[in-house]
Each structure stands twice: as C-alpha cells, then as structure tokens.
C-alpha cells in the first residue's frame, strides 16, 4: 500500500493521476449544459449507498470512472450562468492552482514548524485585508472556514471584552462580579435581516437566543438605527450590558448593507463592540467604482470576510479580523506540547495562539495566488460586473408584470414573486412560488433559491457569475413563471 502515498518515490503517479482527475473535471465543466441534471434523493441514494466500500478497485482510473456516476454526472456547478441561487461563485483559476499545491504539501497553518512559509503568507494577507478595511496599525486576524466560524470567533472576544470591562467597572466600584453574573446581562444587536449564526453563536457562547435583539429594517432592508438607538438606551436602563452591535454589509436574503457610520457611532457611545459581517459584501474592498459603499467599516472592531463568496475562492477561505491584536487573547491557550509560552516570549509565530482550530489548511495561499495573477483590482472588476447584473436584472423583473421586487439591489441579490393575473388565495400563491423553484431544480434548467418576506413566500436570485446575461434572468423568469401558472392552473381546477 505504499505505492499509495505522495513521496519522492511516488511523484509520477500522483502527477499522472491528478493529470487524469483534472482532466475528467475540464472536460464535465467544458460540455456542461445546465446547472445540475435534476437527478432526485431517491434515485442517486441507492447507487451511492450500494458502493462497497470493503472491496476497493483496481485504480484511479476505475475509481474516477466510478465517480463519474455517483459525484461528477450530477453535482450542481456554479459556473453556469443559470445557477442563480446561494452565495457560491464561480472560482477563478489561480485559486484553483493554489488549491492543488495546498492538497499536496499538506501545511498545517497552527504552528511555525508545520507551515513556514505558509505561516508568513497568511499573516501578510491578513494585513493586505484589514489595510483594504482600514483598521489601523494595531489589527490582525485569522483566517477560518467559513462566515459563520468567522462570527462566532468575533463574538467569543466581544464577549470576553464586554466581561473583562464590566467587570472592572464593578471592581472599580467596590463590587466584584464573576463572569457568571456577567453572562446573563449581555446583549447582542442585530438586524432582523442578518445572519442566523448570530443567534447559534450566541447560544454556544452561553448566553442564549435570547441575548440576541433583532433590530427591524427600514423598506432598503437596511437595520433600521432609529430603533438600535432605543433599544440601547432601553438594555442600559434595565440594568443589561450591550455585548456588541452587529452590522451587516451584505445580507444573505437582500445583499443590503446596514447603516456603518451610524452604528459605529451608537456603538461607541454604549461602549458596544462592533462588528461587521461583510462576508457577502467584501467584495466590495477591492471594487475599483463601488468602495465607498462600505465606508464606516473602519470604525468596527471586527470584521468578518468570506473570500469564498465575493472575492471567486474556492471554499473554504474566509477570515475574521479585528482592530486590536490584543483582543485575540481571548482565545489563547498555550499547549506545552504545540505552541509553549515560551515560543511568544521568543516571538516565533504561532496561529494556533489566536484560532479556535488547531489543525487547519492553508487555505490562504489560494487568495494569494489570485492576488500575484489577477490582482485586486482583477477581482473588484468581476465583482462590480454582477453587481452591475443586479441593477440590470432589476430593471428586467420591475418591467415584468408577472413579477414584483422587493427591493432595489445594492450589491447583486434579487427578491421577487410571482403574481398570478387572478384573483387566487393567499396560501395557493405562496405554494405557487415554492411550486415553482422544487419544479425548476428538478428539471436542472437553473437554480434559484426562495426566502420569505414578512409572512409571505419570495423567490430570490443570487448573483455571483460574470457570465450570467440578462437574456439568463429573462430565460429564467419565463420558466418559473410557467411552473407557477401550471401549479395555479391544476391547483384552481380542483377547488372549482
């Protein structure tokens, strides 16, 4: 079994059978028609689940043979300009070529004697990033696996500060408080249109759902800051202590961006963290038109980043930064068998000292060679080319009757719903779009994904691709627009 393993010995196989995988990819990705083949659960299952996995074959031709017809044939691939419905991108190729040197080197980005090199790259492009946010010459940061780690990272130090001030407030006072008295009085400000791991970080920080206020949003879906200005002043005069205030620059429904300067300015005057989720929008960092739409972002003390979203990575790249380096503290745990104090003390550059992982890819090296090929502004022009979709497609829905749009886009997410040319019961116009949406994915046409909008059912376009047309957004609406009509058609016939 030796054979098996990437060495000195082994170095023409693994060329030859990675030659063979990229191959069988370019070709699915050069003769693909649609966005998925509509293949359903019940028929992909029994072929994935009678593989024996005791019985190995004979080579990887046979295995990537094998799986052509359990993965390849019918994943959905994001870069069809019809698959209009999560955040995911299409990837750029230099990210690709990082990803393929990162699989095989192996570097683990937690200590110096794993990752050198890798260790210095990241910490570089974590000071490209927080320059591009402009957090000062104090910030830092890590990078993660996702938007959702990224936020909980941020909350675990926002926590940790809000307990270590009020605490020290109480001391000062003649008090002395324990951090189990402290946890039950925090209280986190989001809006009702950010994101929902908001709320889950919460609850695995201790604190609960209900620390979380949800602030509503003004008709731009934007987080409405005449309301977090009195619920501030309401958590104050009952005794609570605001934790942070979380911004949204980019929500996944509505790709809306929160008030920034505001809220920088509430939160600093209740002593609030703040932090930004720009996982969506922070593409808009490296927009050579469209920057001034994050302008604020500096004043926040974290900001997460998803790579992976607006800035065409690969998954996973995705980072969490803050102002002040030495907040990350907060997650420092020296092991004497991986990163001894010591090792700090002899300033040796160890990233485990701030991540919640340990073990973790060096996922950065994608972003960098993205960087060194396309540039920063490459990438903000991609960018800004589905941004400018958005307003398009905007324009194409609005003047469509069978159609109405919640909102006017400020990056490149679109909400709408079908409306039928009769008068038809709420609850069959509400199963009319969700009808519509299972009835498109399963014929593999396009993708799109679907939300709900005070109370009632939306359909929703994510744009991410360059490539996609405005002729792709009309081709789409006409289908979704028959899937509705036939569903209501059938629907009515029985009730009459």
Not at 115 to 138: K, M, P, Q
Not at 382 to 403: M, N, S, Y
């Amino acid at each position: 079994m030796r054979q098996h393993l990437l060495n000195e010995t082994t170095a023409d196989v693994y060329r030859r059978s990675v030659t063979e995988g990229v191959d069988r990819v370019a070709a699915k990705l050069a003769t693909t028609e649609r966005p998925h083949t509509g293949i359903s659960v019940d028929e992909l299952a029994p072929v994935v689940n009678g593989i024996d996995l005791d019985t190995p074959l004979a080579d990887v031709s046979a295995a990537l043979a094998e799986l052509e017809d359990v993965y390849l044939r019918d994943a959905v691939y994001f870069h069809h300009p019809r698959y209009l419905g999560h955040l995911n991108c299409p990837v750029v190729i230099p990210a690709v070529v990082g990803e393929a040197v990162l699989s095989a080197v192996n570097s683990s980005l937690d200590t110096w004697d794993q990752s050198i090199g890798g260790t210095l790259i990241e910490r570089r492009l974590i000071d490209w990033t927080a320059r591009r946010i402009g957090l000062g010459e104090g910030a830092d940061g890590i990078f993660t696996s996702g938007g959702s780690q990224s936020n909980f990272h941020a909350l675990l130090l926002a926590r940790d500060e809000a307990c270590r001030v009020v605490m020290k407030r109480a001391l000062d006072a003649g008090i002395r408080l324990t951090k189990a008295e402290v946890l039950p009085k925090l209280r986190i400000f989001a809006s009702e249109a950010g994101h929902f791991s908001v709320q889950k970080s919460a609850a695995m920080l201790g604190l609960g759902y209900e620390a979380v206020i949800a602030v509503p949003v003004d008709r731009n879906r934007r987080m409405d800051t005449s309301v977090l200005a009195l619920e501030l002043e309401t958590c104050a005069a009952e005794g609570l202590f605001p934790m942070a205030v979380v911004a949204t620059a980019g929500t996944t429904d509505f790709g809306s961006i929160d008030p920034l300067p505001e809220i920088a300015r509430l939160a600093g005057e209740h002593s609030a963290w703040m932090h930004v989720d720009a996982a969506y929008g922070c593409g808009l960092l490296v927009s050579p038109t469209r920057r001034h739409l994050l302008d604020g972002i500096e004043h926040a003390d974290s900001v997460t980043v998803d790579y992976h979203k607006s800035f065409f990575q690969p998954v996973s790249s995705s980072a969490m930064l803050v102002r002040d380096r030495d907040t990350l503290r907060h997650a420092t745990y020296h092991a004497d068998y991986l990163n001894p104090r010591r090792m700090a003390e002899e300033r040796i550059p160890n990233q485990v000292d701030k991540s919640i992982q340990t073990t973790r890819r060096f996922d950065a090296l994608k972003l960098w060679m993205t960087l060194r090929i396309m540039g920063a502004d490459g990438i903000g022009s991609l960018f800004d080319q589905v941004v400018d979709l958005a307003a398009a497609g905007h324009e194409v829905i609005a003047a469509d009757p069978r159609f109405e749009v919640v909102v006017e886009p400020q990056i490149s997410t679109l909400v709408f719903r079908f409306l039928p040319g009769e008068e038809v019961p709420a609850d069959l116009v509400d199963e009319a779009q969700l009808h519509a949406r299972k009835a498109l994915f399963a014929s593999g046409e396009a993708v799109v994904a679907g939300t709900r909008v005070d109370g009632k059912q939306y359909l929703k376009f994510t744009l991410l691709n360059p490539q996609t047309t405005t002729a792709d957004i009309a081709a789409v609406l006409d289908l979704l627009a028959a899937h509705a009509e036939q569903f209501l058609g059938e629907s009515l016939a029985v009730h009459r």
